[in-house]
């Protein structure tokens, strides 16, 4: 399996953030079970070459070079099932999209939307918090958008004027 850091700069990227810290175990699981999904993975036919990485024990994220083979409706499908079945196995939530991820010191907590909202308003949240943009879409925009200071993500919209 490729890693991240193998794919092109425009491969399209998914990133399933966990409502909880990974153990090493189940971050060694979910390698093993990634590798075997992505050897069988396809579109329309065409094998998808792909990778997975796991960020921080937290954040799975997956790969692929659209210059090989694009992704159809059914193959994004197969990964949005394949992301469901290992949080069902491992008692993870990866789809809860109102959770918010941030950095506090070297420890990255996650959070509700809402309980986000109120560390701003209390200020233990400010424009220079380092949040996880989870929406970035290509491996670019990874590497660019995805670990930013609240106030350049979308994010921004909790700090209080």
């Not at 070459?49 to 499908?77: H, K, L, M, N, P």
């Amino acid at each position: 399996m490729n890693s991240l850091k193998n794919m092109p700069s425009d491969a399209r990227l998914w990133v399933f953030q966990s409502n909880r810290v990974l153990s090493t175990v189940e971050v060694n699981a979910i390698d093993k079970l990634a590798t075997q999904f992505i050897t069988r993975w396809t579109s329309h036919g065409a094998r998808i070459t792909a990778s997975c990485t796991v960020f921080y024990d937290r954040f799975v994220v997956f790969a692929i070079d659209e210059q090989q083979a694009q992704a159809g409706g059914c193959s994004i499908d197969s990964l949005n099932g394949f992301v469901k079945e290992l949080g069902q196995s491992l008692n993870v939530n990866f789809f809860d999209r109102l959770q918010v991820a941030y950095r506090k010191g070297d420890e990255i907590l996650s959070c509700a939307l809402s309980e986000f909202e109120k560390l701003a308003k209390q200020n233990i949240v400010d424009e220079s918090t380092i949040v996880f943009n989870n929406m970035v879409i290509s491996k670019s925009a990874f590497e660019i958008e995805w670990e930013v200071p609240l106030k350049q993500s979308w994010h921004k919209r909790v700090l209080v004027s």
